[in-house]
């Protein structure tokens, strides 16, 4: 999807004009991804705009930087003010934020020590990830021939910009093969999840989706919509599920921040269920759009809301860009 400019990009704890939003071409990143990132979506709701489950994905950003061993010049809270900030400095409602963490320019190797560790926070518009049928209608996915890495070589439960490879070889075939979305096996050659999102089937009245030991992502998504499954009375359930699984089951969904709650409708070309998106999907995703909306309580929290009128002047310091650096 093609990208929206806006006004500012948060860089290292200053606004800085989008088309300045630079970085060099030896810095680290560039040539071993080493970086960690998170997706979150801001919703325009009755009240203004709000950003769904802002902690939670704060949280594994930093837990990722953690497992790699990035030592931040910024804190957790001046990374969370920063996402509030863009959406408010930018004036923008519904949206897609990017925080990412990067090893910039000044050594090269596969050592990444010596390289300083970078912080940029950009939001753009973003429309429906698979396009404006998809939530309707459903997808049709295949079962990709590239698995997810093995446990000890990767760690799924970072959000790398390296497992992101992985991602791109499973969509890329897909696309060429006609579907619109890929669904990868692990090493075991069980289910594990799509190239960005995580996967749930309906088997018999129950939810069931694949723990976390099938390398996927502990998706924020994929935790609300089993939330919002068991205050329904939708049995959930982590479990191991073979690939012809998804060929017999009643329902497959897909969820994660881009895709948000999509219906699959075929499976390597053989319809799911009677091809239509199914009932206990269609309820998931009406909860999750009422909530994320507006148009439903926020019981759970999970919208944290952009202040409004503008926190500060455009171009201006915010809380989090005019805090130092730390040494």
Not at 42 to 56: H, K, M, S
Not at 122 to 137: E, H, I, Q, R, V
Not at 180 to 206: C, M
Not at 211 to 228: D, W, Y
Request: aromatic share 8%.
């Amino acid at each position: 999807m093609a990208l929206t400019k806006v006004s500012k990009i948060w860089m290292n704890g200053k606004w800085v004009a989008w088309d300045d939003a630079r970085i060099h071409v030896l810095s680290h990143v560039a040539h071993y991804a080493s970086s960690v990132f998170e997706g979150i979506r801001c919703y325009d709701t009755r009240r203004g705009p709000a950003i769904f489950r802002l902690d939670e994905h704060i949280e594994r950003l930093m837990n990722s930087a953690r497992i790699y061993r990035m030592e931040l010049p910024f804190t957790r809270e001046q990374i969370r003010q920063a996402c509030i900030d863009i959406v408010a400095v930018n004036d923008l409602k519904a949206c897609y934020l990017r925080p990412l963490i990067y090893r910039g320019y000044e050594n090269l190797g596969v050592n990444p020590f010596g390289s300083p560790v970078e912080v940029a926070v950009a939001a753009f518009p973003w429309g429906k990830y698979l396009g404006d049928d998809a939530l309707t209608k459903g997808v049709a996915v295949k079962i990709s021939s590239w698995w997810r890495m093995a446990p000890n070589t990767l760690p799924a439960m970072a959000k790398a910009s390296a497992n992101y490879m992985n991602s791109q070889l499973m969509k890329m075939e897909a696309l060429v093969d006609g579907y619109d979305e890929a669904v990868a096996l692990d090493v075991n050659g069980f289910v594990s999840e799509g190239s960005g999102q995580n996967l749930f089937a309906v088997v018999k009245g129950e939810l069931v989706t694949p723990p976390l030991h099938n390398s996927i992502l502990a998706g924020i998504t994929r935790s609300s919509v089993m939330t919002l499954a068991r205050e329904m009375d939708v049995p959930v359930r982590e479990e191991i599920l073979p690939r012809e699984m998804l060929y017999v089951c009643d329902e497959v969904f897909l969820a994660g921040t881009a895709v948000e709650v999509t219906p699959v409708h075929s499976v390597d070309r053989i319809p799911v269920g009677d091809g239509k998106p199914g009932p206990i999907t269609r309820r998931i995703q009406e909860a999750f759009f009422a909530l994320v909306k507006g148009d439903q309580a926020d019981h759970h929290r999970w919208l944290t809301a952009v202040p409004q009128p503008v926190v500060a002047a455009k171009g201006a310091p915010t809380a989090a860009g005019a805090a130092a650096r730390r040494p």
